[in-house]
Structures are given as C-alpha cells and as structure tokens.
C-alpha cells in the first residue's frame, strides 16, 4: 500500500513539474514581434519623460525597471541622471548613452528572435535630415527576458551574424 501511495505521489509530482514548464514555455512564446516592438517603443518614451522634470531617484528607477533590465537601469541612471534642484533629471543629447534609437516605428524598422532574444533594429543610410542625424549603419535594441518578463537588455550597433 505505501508503495502505491509512494508511486502516486511521484507521479504527481512529475505532472506538476510538466505541466509549469509548459506554462512557461507558453508565456515565452506568446511574446511577439507586436510585443517587442511596442515594449521598445514605450521605453523609449520613459526615458524622454525623464527629461520633463526633476524627481526622485527611486521614481525614476521605478519608471526604468519596467521596461529595463536591472544592469541596464544601473548603467543608465550612473550615466544619464543628474541631480538638480527638486530632484533627479536627465538632459537631451544626440550621444547619451543607453538610450533607445530614434526609430521611425514603420516598415524600416526590423524585429527578429533569435537565440532566445529580440532585436529590433533599423539600418541607417547616414542620409537623413532633421534635427537627428547618423551615421551610416544598425542602431539596434536586444530585448531578453528577465525574471519571466522581457525587458530592454542592451543597445548595440552590430547584429548577431544569424540576422545579417
């Protein structure tokens, strides 16, 4: 009889164990182009808004972490926020780094998965006008999953050679 009990016990135990992996599986394919292209985009605009007016560290840290993963929300705070009168701000640049490429959002702009990750890029010409210029090249964001949730995970202008 305890082995009876002992054999069911495992056996539960194993369908439990499936049937997580498989709920995680699941949520990790349900995350889509859609999904990463807009996760970019909002984050983009939370780090504009940063520029809007002073707060406190930790609002500003709170308003990153949804979007960004903790190293990169580290390594943005250090290198973009400066203490002001009534708090904390970030201030506009052409070359601050860690921050989300000024992406046109449309057909120019591409999102792949590869080896676990997003990337969303666009392919600059060096040739364009208005008060943004490049240079010629791949501005692209890597979006990888953190904790269960997919977050901006770096900025970079090379692409895997899977996505060249």
Known sequence: MEKKKLWLL??????????????????????SKENALSLVEDAFRTQVSLSEKPQSKKHINDKLSQYFTKDLTASFIRENVYEVEGGYITFGSDFAPHYIPFFKYDDSTNVEYI??????????????????STDSGVEAVVVSEEEGTWKVSSITYELPEKLQ
């Open 10 to 31: 495992f056996l539960i135990i194993g369908l439990v164990t499936a049937a997580c992996g498989h709920v995680s599986q699941t949520q990790a394919s349900e995350f």
């Open 115 to 132: 080896d676990g990750n997003w990337y969303v890029w666009e392919e600059r010409t060096g040739e364009e006008e208005g008060p943004v």
